[in-house]
């Protein structure tokens, strides 16, 4: 089985971050599932909160959809599935200050998962696809990987139950994992 890594339900407004387009790169360069060129250069996000109620959280969530990872969550993930992500330096300017403590985490592994013939997918008028109305996986789809986006939705990052639960173990606040089938009933 699998998971999607979502933004949680109940995540406040006001810890939501602000990706600064004008002096970052564009984000979508890390939605391809692929490594993104290595410039060196950070990506800023700017949030209405101190510092300090960003603090515990392992995730925090920004307008990009993009996990801006804790130090402590970034670690994992490099011991668990390294070889599987990048991470890219990033700037969060708060009200009170900045830091630099902080990683986006750029998925490097794509896989298909999302089942054709048993999901219903939501198109626009000109054909493409751009959500569904009902979603299932295909059983085993992940192969051996445990962090991947979706080759048929990159917008989904897709999470093995074997790594679902190690997160959670962590008990670190930010993190949604949830079923497809609870996402898209």
């Given at each position: 089985?699998?998971?999607?890594?979502?933004?949680?339900?109940?995540?406040?407004?006001?810890?939501?971050?602000?990706?600064?387009?004008?002096?970052s790169r564009d984000s979508y360069a890390f939605r391809h599932g692929k490594p993104a060129k290595e410039t060196g250069e950070r990506v800023d996000f700017v949030f209405e909160c101190r510092l300090a109620d960003l603090k515990g959280l392992g995730c925090v969530c920004n307008s990009t959809l993009i996990?801006?990872?804790?130090?402590?969550?970034?670690?994992?993930?490099?011991?668990?599935?390294g070889e599987d992500i990048q991470l890219i330096?990033?700037?969060?300017?708060?009200?009170?200050?900045?830091t630099d403590r902080y990683k986006l985490l750029n998925i490097t592994r794509l896989v298909s998962c999302f089942d054709k013939d048993k999901s219903k997918m939501l198109y626009?008028?000109?054909?493409?696809?751009?959500?569904?109305?009902y979603l299932v996986h295909k059983p085993g789809c992940m192969g051996s990987s445990h962090l991947a986006r979706d080759?048929?939705?990159?917008?989904?990052?897709?999470?093995?139950?074997?790594?679902?639960?190690?997160?959670?173990?962590?008990?670190?606040?930010?993190i949604s994992l949830v079923r497809p089938e609870d996402v898209y009933p």
């Open positions: 089985m699998t998971y999607l890594w979502r933004t949680p339900g109940n995540y406040p407004n006001r810890l939501m971050g602000m990706y600064q387009r004008r002096v996990p801006l990872v804790s130090p402590r969550l970034a670690d994992f993930l490099m011991r668990e599935v330096k990033a700037r969060v300017i708060a009200k009170d200050g900045e626009l008028p000109e054909g493409h696809m751009y959500g569904f109305e080759a048929g939705y990159l917008g989904h990052i897709i999470v093995s139950d074997e790594l679902a639960a190690k997160m959670r173990a962590l008990n670190m606040p930010g």
